[in-house]
């Protein structure tokens, strides 16, 4: 059968990210059915797909109800994704997997290369109190400044910022209008930071997981649940 779908570049890629977290069951179903389910330690997403229908239209189907998708996999828990290789000279740093060099004779602590996706450090950052150390400083300036940029758009005012490991949340909003967040979010996309930033920034608006509070949430960052999504997929907490 030929193709009756001409998908973009970046078409592609949305309809790739999505088959990362959907798994898609062929079977005699008359019609495309997207469905949310338990196993026993997971909620995943499950399309039942008519046997008769090509991956093409497959795709087509998952593009078209992406929005649909991101917002049914917001609080769903995924089998967890390794982004990393089994080389021990890798690390994971704003979503992309770095290389690791360690060059003892850098005139400073640390070169990031975006294009190439290498880290040059003057410690050796396979060392894991040293990356760590890495990450809590760069989490306190990227966290912050992505913060304080988004507060600034909405007009709101933050009187403080707390960036440290948490076990179990990603982020908080306290009635003093102080900001929690997750150092371990520097692993995450600049997008995904920006996600959970706004989400917290929201609940100075709207105190509680209301409808009227993710209305405001999706006003202020309308690909929010398509950009937290990276987190369910690839990151435990």
């Known amino acids: 059968m030929a193709d009756l779908y001409n998908f973009t570049d970046d078409e592609y890629c949305i309809i790739d990210f999505l088959k990362k977290f959907v798994v898609i069951k062929y079977g005699n179903f008359r ?8 196993d026993k330690y997971y909620k995943i997403i499950t399309l039942y797909a008519p046997r008769l229908y090509n991956e093409n239209t497959i795709d087509a189907y998952l593009l078209k109800n992406a929005y649909n998708i991101y917002k049914m996999g917001y609080k769903c828990n995924f089998p967890k994704i390794n982004l990393l290789p089994e080389s021990h000279n890798y690390m994971l740093y704003l979503g992309n997997v770095y290389k690791i060099i360690h060059n ?6 640390y070169y990031i290369d975006n294009t190439n996706n290498i880290i040059t450090s003057k410690y050796n950052l396979n060392i894991k109190e040293n990356q760590d150390l890495f990450y809590k400083k760069q989490a306190a300036i990227v966290l912050q400044e992505r913060l304080y940029q988004y507060a600034e758009k909405f007009n709101l005012n933050v009187k403080n910022v707390k960036i440290r490991f948490y076990k179990s949340m990603w982020g908080a909003c306290c009635s003093n209008k102080t900001i929690m967040l997750n150092e371990k979010l520097i692993l995450s996309p600049i997008y995904t930071i920006d ?12 105190p509680n997981h209301s409808k009227d509070f993710y209305q405001t949430l999706e006003n202020m960052y309308p690909d929010y649940y398509k950009d937290y999504i990276w987190l369910n997929i690839y990151m435990k907490i």
């Not at 019609?31 to 338990?38: H, P």
């Not at 003892?104 to 602590?109: A, E, I, S, V």
């Open 31 to 38: 019609s495309f059915k997207l469905k949310k389910e338990k």
């Open 104 to 109: 003892q004779l850098l005139d400073k602590p």
């Open 195 to 206: 996600a959970v930033i706004c989400h917290e920034l929201a609940h100075m608006l709207q």
